[in-house]
């Protein structure tokens, strides 16, 4: 529980489920029961919606069922793209993780615009080359929670994340979304 690097601790049972409607939950538990590798649940939600707080949450019930996840903020992954693979003996990093947490890659309500657009964040996985294929299986063959503050709940925002996980090879079938008040 130390290796992920989770900024506190939370348990899914301690979230209010009827904060969030049936299909919210219905991703959640499929995201939690995926056996095969390259599920994204991408959280959208205002400032004080609870993003991190489910996110760290559902990868805390991974790591009891010995899941490796590794917890990091968007703007610490940005410059671990440009990092080679290395890591100490037993030991994990985003790359090589099963389940990956991007916690804080926009802000959300109040603040208006998003501050990493998907093309963005597209070309920093790319490291501003052609293409980076490391860093692209990387992120398409790992479980991945996005955590995007967002106070557009509208398919807008979410069709643009979507088609940004797509074009890095993501099936269209392993992006679920959750959209919490």
């Avoid at 400032?47 to 991974?62: C, D, F, H, P, Q």
């Avoid at 009891?64 to 990093?93: Q, V």
């Avoid at 790319?126 to 509208?154: F, H, M, P």
Wanted: with cysteine; proline share 4%.
């Amino acid at each position: 529980m130390q290796i992920p690097q989770y900024p506190f601790q939370f348990r899914l049972s301690q979230w209010e489920a009827e904060q969030i409607g049936p299909d919210a939950i219905h991703n959640i538990n499929r995201f939690l029961n995926n056996d095969r590798d390259g599920m994204h649940l991408l959280i959208f939600g205002s400032k004080n919606s609870g993003k991190t707080s489910i996110s760290v949450g559902i990868a805390t019930e991974l790591s009891i069922k010995h899941k490796p996840c590794y917890y990091i903020t968007a703007m610490k992954l940005f410059s671990m793209f440009f990092d080679t693979d290395e890591r100490p003996a037993g030991l994990w990093n985003w790359r090589s993780s099963s389940v990956l947490v991007i916690d804080d890659i926009n802000a959300g309500h109040p603040i208006k615009q998003d501050l990493i657009s998907p093309e963005h964040f597209l070309k920093l996985i790319d490291t501003y080359s052609a293409q980076n294929e490391i860093n692209r299986n990387a992120i398409k063959n790992t479980n991945t929670i996005w955590v995007l503050g967002s106070s557009d709940t509208g398919k807008d925002l979410y069709g643009k994340w979507h088609e940004m996980l797509e074009n890095i090879g993501v099936d269209k079938k392993d992006i679920l979304s959750v959209h919490l008040p």
